[in-house]
């Protein structure tokens, strides 16, 4: 495609100007080309700040970039503290209201319920708090001396346990061997009687023999003999029934002496340990019901303060709306209110935040942190610096386009002054991206055939048709990624 050979402005030649310039008088022709000369020095002022280099020209060059997302929005308190009821029932009822829209002050009081009943309780939970601690006292008491008792009780128990054993070790080692000494003592004392008893008979019966001895003292001697043979028999006797009866039952004995005493030194303890155990067990019981019951007093202190609902914030007071036996209207004096239940709001009027609605097509780009520009339609010309604070992640109906979805948008205010007011209408720009220096081009100079972006590039006398590609862009400008380089001229405005 070749260039024009010749130069049009507005549709008029060069040629037609010099004819009609002709037909004028000298100062109107002087005139005219003081006044076309101030045209041409504001047109090329004009082309050289935005890269063109002619009337459907235009020259790349970089600039910064500044995409931004445009919404209207509404001013909106920071925050709304909710009023809520404290106390632990429905019982309490209004008996006093500050009237809705007053200004407020941190710590004013606001409403009042009715006391009566938590002064009731409270005094029932003072009689019943006095009476745990009564238990308490006693059971801790109780379990002292039970303690006491219990020590007492088994060191009794382990000294018969060591005298029992003491005993039975006498028993086996002391006594029961010392009595089978003496028995085989005796038994040998005999059998030496015995032996001296017979030889003495023998000698008398050979002096009976040879006369020097009468009948009557031989059967003396043999009287000896024979009670000395009777002794020595029986003691024979009883040590062999010593160690096959005697000795036998005295280890039996001994050895059920220690297990009767390690038996009762057991029960003992299990009785005095059963016995602290249950006093425990009482002192236990009786510290969750003193728990209990400074629980419930507590409640009780806790329900007459919350009677008293105070401001927790500056800003005016506002009623809810409440669902009053199936009918919904605002807090009345009279009401009984639920633990919990809200019943009036206090909007901060010393904040405010934009809140605003983004389109879905621009969710994508934007996140929070991002710089944001505010003008109030009151005040349209003061542009207060903010910042996109969060946005929803449930979207909404835009209610002034049907089938537009939408998400709440939340802008802080980095710029406040006092007629800032709740309700304001505002213009917002977010600022999506700032590129400090890109290709730029005019938005007249891109062709779209289908899928394609082209431009008609000037090569010497001709144009050359590219394809590029685009990123960031606004209505002004289109950033330049691909197929264009600085210093290129383009065509625009051209079919």
Known sequence: MKLPRKLSYSGTTFCDLTVLVGGLSRVQQLALLLSVLLILAIVFNYATAAGSVGESFYR???????VDISERGT???ARVISIRSSISSNRAKLIWLLEEGDDVTKGDIIARFDSQPFEETLARAELAHVDAEAKLLNAEKGLLIHREESTAKNQAAARQRRIANLKADDQLEGSGKLQRLRIEQTANQLQREFLIAQAELQDFEELLLQGHVSNRERDKVADSYRNTQEKLSMARAELVNFE???????VTEAELIKEAAELEFSRVKRTTAIEVRKWQSDVTRFKRELGRAEAALEKSKLDILACIISSPIDGVLLYKTLNMQGVKRKIQIGDAIWQGQTFMEIPDTTDFIVETGIREVDVATLQSGMPA????DAFPDNTLRAVLDKIDVVAHEDEGASYVQKYTARINLLQKFAGIHSGMSASIKVVARDIESALVIPPG???YRGTDIIVRLRKGDALVERVVRLGASNDK???????LEEGDVVQIGQP
């Open 60 to 66: 790349l060059t970089r600039a910064r970039l500044v």
């Open 75 to 77: 001013v909106l308190p």
């Open 445 to 447: 100079a891109l062709i």
């Open 244 to 250: 096959k009866y005697v000795w036998p039952t005295m």
């Open 477 to 483: 400008w289109a950033e330049v990624s691909s197929g």
């Open 373 to 376: 520009t505010v003008v109030l």
